[in-house]
């Protein structure tokens, strides 16, 4: 079974523009979370989407949203990026909603803003 | 609120010797604890998980871990390193709180020396 996927694997971009990245979870899997990776603040989680309604969301600015589809295919959306949302974008998906569930993560996305 | 706290950003062994990485949890409810390690440039892959069904847990690549409640830790074990355990290791903790994320510590970077 193929694991999580995440596209493109590596981004830059400029201040004030915005992004999209996207995530396909394991076949089956209807859950899909998002972190995001620093040096200085480590994995920090975004949100997550079940049934493609969010169910949480992390302590995260308004300009960082999402959305999950029928297929349970996720995408996060940053807009007005700013330097310091250079980070590893990290998708992860399990098969239900119940914090017993393990989440199987991606390869990543590397967001580089200039 | 929960978290976790991993003591030692970086650990070094010999090839062959034993690999501790110390993990330590808070939370007033009972946890689920992860170990996952991340090789450079990807994505975090899942070594074991803690579910309460047993306290000392076998993972992947020979790892394993032993839950100790009274010590609120959860520190990850291998009885003799190898070259291609060189990587970054993280503890998180999933607590059955409504809020489903996981919550990661720092991270440990573990080197191993031929």
């Known amino acids: 079974k193929a694991g999580v996927t995440q596209t493109p694997r590596y981004l830059i971009k400029t201040r004030g523009q915005q992004v999209t990245l996207s995530c396909s979870p394991i076949?089956?899997?209807?859950?899909v979370s998002w972190y995001q990776q620093t040096p200085g603040q480590g994995l920090q989680f975004l949100f997550e989407?079940?049934?493609?309604?969010?169910?949480n969301k992390g302590n995260f600015p308004g300009r960082f949203s999402g959305r999950q589809f029928s297929n349970s295919r996720s995408e996060m959306n940053v807009s007005t990026l700013e330097l310091g949302d250079s980070a590893l974008y990290l998708c992860?998906?399990?098969?239900?909603?119940?914090?017993?569930?393990?989440?199987?993560f991606g390869p990543g996305t590397r967001l580089t803003v200039l | 609120a929960q978290s976790v706290t991993q003591l030692g950003s970086h650990v070094s062994v010999s090839e062959g010797a034993l690999v501790l990485l110390r993990c330590n949890y808070s939370?007033?409810?009972?946890?689920?604890l992860f170990w996952y390690v991340q090789y450079p440039n990807q994505g975090l892959q899942l070594l074991l998980k803690?579910?309460?069904?047993?306290?000392l847990v076998k993972g992947i690549n020979g790892f394993e871990a032993e839950f100790k409640k009274s010590e609120t830790s959860f520190h990850l074990t291998k009885p003799s390193a190898h070259m291609s355990d060189a990587a970054e290791y993280f503890c998180?903790?999933?607590?059955?709180?409504?809020?489903?994320?996981?919550?990661f510590g720092s991270g440990t970077r573990l080197q191993v020396q031929p």
């Open positions: 939370s007033s409810v009972p946890p689920y």
């Open positions: 989407y079940f049934s493609e309604t969010q169910r």
């Open positions: 803690y579910t309460s069904a047993a306290t």
């Open positions: 076949s089956g899997h209807r859950s």
């Open positions: 998180a903790v999933s607590l059955d709180t409504g809020r489903r994320a996981l919550t």
């Open positions: 992860a998906s399990s098969l239900g909603d119940s914090f017993t569930d393990t989440q199987y």
